[in-house]
């Protein structure tokens, strides 16, 4: 993984690689040092991962990330900040940043934030692996038996997940089984649609499925705050869901915000990926 650093601090970035390096996260393929942002020399680098400091003379980072979103940079964005206030965070998630990592550094968090943006960026890749394989066949009709062994392991990813004893965690696996049998994603089909397909009564399945997976993010974000380590946490909160959602779940068991909000599409996706691994 190639990544960029965008920070005025030659302090920070020398403290950023050195973590980068000795933990084997990706390459570093430039950095800003002391200069303002290059923005044509950062698109032609072409990194798969930028750090940028929110706090920056001239350009502040979120002005940074909207135009080399506009110039048609396809990295991932992490924020560095000391700054709290819900209305940056929220004009940052909106001009694109997947992330924030907390100043003053700590190695814990970076190493952690960066694996989960490696292996978001695996998640998309195999995803668009998939489409491309199912693009532009008509679905198929349902073979019968459904697929045992991808049905045992959902079934065994939503147990680590703690929504096992969730009446939305069966509709969420016959939702994964229709999509596997089908050869499309969720992305493709939309959870109402394909619910709509599968249901008598569609909405109460989604909002079933929903519940599931409000305990899924509740479940995975106490395991974060007891543990950032925990194995299942480094496994699924970003294979799975929204990572800042994740964040913002943990900072509600915390007493610090509203809480995080999971996505019914990325889940099932997730799911898709992890039950044809192995």
């Given amino acids: 993984m190639r ?18 390096e000795q933990n084997e996260l990706g390459t570093i393929c430039g950095d800003t040092a002391d200069a303002p942002p290059d923005l044509e020399g950062i698109l032609a680098a072409d990194p798969d991962l930028i750090l940028v400091d929110l706090l920056m003379p001239g350009k502040d980072g979120i002005q940074v990330v909207r135009e080399l979103k506009e110039g048609g940079s396809r990295a991932k964005f992490i924020m560095i900040s000391q700054v709290s206030a819900k209305e940056l965070i929220a004009r940052a ?12 550094i700590n190695l814990i968090e970076v190493r952690q934030v960066i694996q ?68 499309q994603t969720a992305s493709q089909v939309g959870v109402a649609a394909l619910c709509a397909q599968l249901s008598d009564n569609p909405k109460t399945m989604e909002q079933r499925a929903r519940r599931a997976l409000d305990r899924g993010l509740n479940h995975i974000a106490s395991l974060g705050v007891e543990d950032y380590t925990n194995e299942f946490f480094t496994r699924y909160s970003a294979r799975l869901f929204p990572f800042q959602e ?6 509600h068991l915390q007493g610090k915000g509203p809480g995080g909000k999971a996505n019914l599409r990325t889940f099932l996706d997730g799911l898709l990926i992890l039950a044809e691994e192995e």
């Fill in 3 to 20: 990544i960029y650093i965008i920070e005025d601090d030659i302090t920070v970035i020398s403290i950023l690689e050195d973590i980068v």
């Fill in 246 to 251: 994740v964040r913002a779940e943990m900072a």
């Fill in 93 to 104: 998630y909106s001009a694109g940043v997947d992330f924030f990592i907390q100043k003053p």
């Fill in 116 to 183: 989960n943006v490696s292996r978001q960026i695996e998640n998309e890749q195999a995803l668009r692996a998939i489409q491309s394989v199912f693009a532009g066949r008509a679905p198929a009709p349902p073979p019968e038996p459904p697929l045992s062994r991808e049905r045992r392991r959902i079934k065994h990813i939503l147990s680590q997940l703690g929504m096992a004893g969730e009446k939305g965690s069966q509709d969420i696996i016959e939702l994964c089984i229709a999509l596997l049998q089908r050869g």
